[in-house]
């Protein structure tokens, strides 16, 4: 680590020198503007002017891609806060890299093509990192899951296959708020300034708040599978009684306060909440093989169908609490009626 010698320049200003290194690297010179971010404990962040101004681009090379590579590469550089994305190629553009372009658009929230040529195109996200707030995304992200499971679980209570597919339809708007969550998140690491702009006051929270998101995502994955399971089964419902599917539907009312329980501790720092979360896992931790246990006879398949409904619910208990456990580690970062920080 560098040290600087703090000079005073008159009555109340105390002033250091930049690192002619740091300086030369992002053109700062004499009269140039830089912007100062003071965070958390006591750390002070000095940023190049242009890093407010300039406009991020990258180009993708088609060339040696296959359609389904270039699609990733779209959504990587969305991901790692690129404002512009050029995809090119030395010839004309193949028509499946051209249809990947379009795929990714239609996947990426705030993402358009603004020009077009035969070996070319170009794609800009409108995104505007002020617009949101990570907590606001994290809360919508569970929200949107929660909404996904209690369709396919009433899908499957009432054999209605329209259910189910709305449930399935929601999948795209969950991954289109992940993947935005991920670009705000590695935008706000890149650039601490943006921190204050999604409503962080340090970018302490990003690694926990990405594992957050994660988490959240595979919660929508296992809401996803249970409507899958109802559009697989015979007569869209399992292959068993009305005590038991009523079981299932208190276990998925349980699931749904632990997911939503879990998030607002992390938004609020809440470190009672995740007391709370873990307690609500602890009562259902043997749901699962209760309700199982407690079935007839039944062919293998309907039993396998039964299974994997409640082994969806019983995961998203569980990542629900990773969630829980993360919050905690932000809630203890601050001084609360539990904890003085010195």
């Not at 891609?65 to 270039?70: C, M, R, S």
């Not at 302490?204 to 409507?227: H, M, T």
């Amino acid at each position: 680590m560098e040290t600087r010698k703090v000079q005073r320049l008159g009555p109340s200003t105390l002033a250091m020198t930049l690192p002619a290194e740091w300086a030369k690297e992002n053109n700062v010179e004499k009269g140039d503007e830089v912007s100062l971010r003071m965070g958390g404990k006591g750390t002070l962040t000095v940023l190049p002017e242009s890093a407010h101004t300039e406009e991020s681009e990258a180009v993708i090379h088609a060339k040696n891609l296959d359609a389904d590579a270039v699609e990733r590469a779209i959504v990587a550089q969305y991901v790692l806060g690129r404002r512009v994305i050029h995809v090119e190629s030395e010839e004309t553009l193949d028509s499946a890299h051209i249809n990947a372009v379009y795929k990714a658009e239609t996947q990426l929230m705030g993402l358009g093509v603004v020009e077009e040529t035969p070996d070319s195109i170009a794609i800009r996200c409108s995104v505007d990192p002020e617009d949101f707030s990570l907590d606001n995304l994290l809360e919508r992200l569970e929200n949107t899951g929660s909404t996904m499971r209690g369709e396919a679980v009433k899908a499957l209570a009432h054999g209605n296959p329209d259910l189910a597919q709305r449930a399935l339809n929601r999948e795209r708007q969950a991954n289109k708020i992940f993947v935005l969550l991920l670009r705000l998140i590695f935008t706000a690491y890149q650039n601490p300034t943006l921190a204050r702009a999604v409503d962080l006051d340090s970018g302490f929270p990003l690694i926990g708040y990405r594992s957050i998101a994660k988490n959240l995502e595979l919660i929508a994955d296992n809401a996803e599978d249970i409507a899958e399971i109802t559009l697989e089964a015979e007569g869209h419902t399992l292959d068993v009684d009305g005590q038991t599917m009523r079981r299932i539907r208190e276990f998925t009312d349980q699931v749904d306060e632990i997911t939503a329980k879990a998030v607002q501790a992390a938004v609020e720092r809440d470190y009672d909440k995740t007391l709370e979360v873990r307690a609500l896992f602890h009562e259902i931790g043997d749901r699962e093989s209760e309700i199982l246990s407690d079935l007839p006879e039944m062919d293998n398949d309907s039993l396998l169908a039964v299974r994997e409904v409640l082994v969806s619910l019983q995961q998203t208990a569980q990542y629900a609490m990773r969630n829980a456990e993360i919050a905690a580690n932000l809630a203890l970062n601050e001084e609360s009626e539990h904890t003085t920080i010195n």
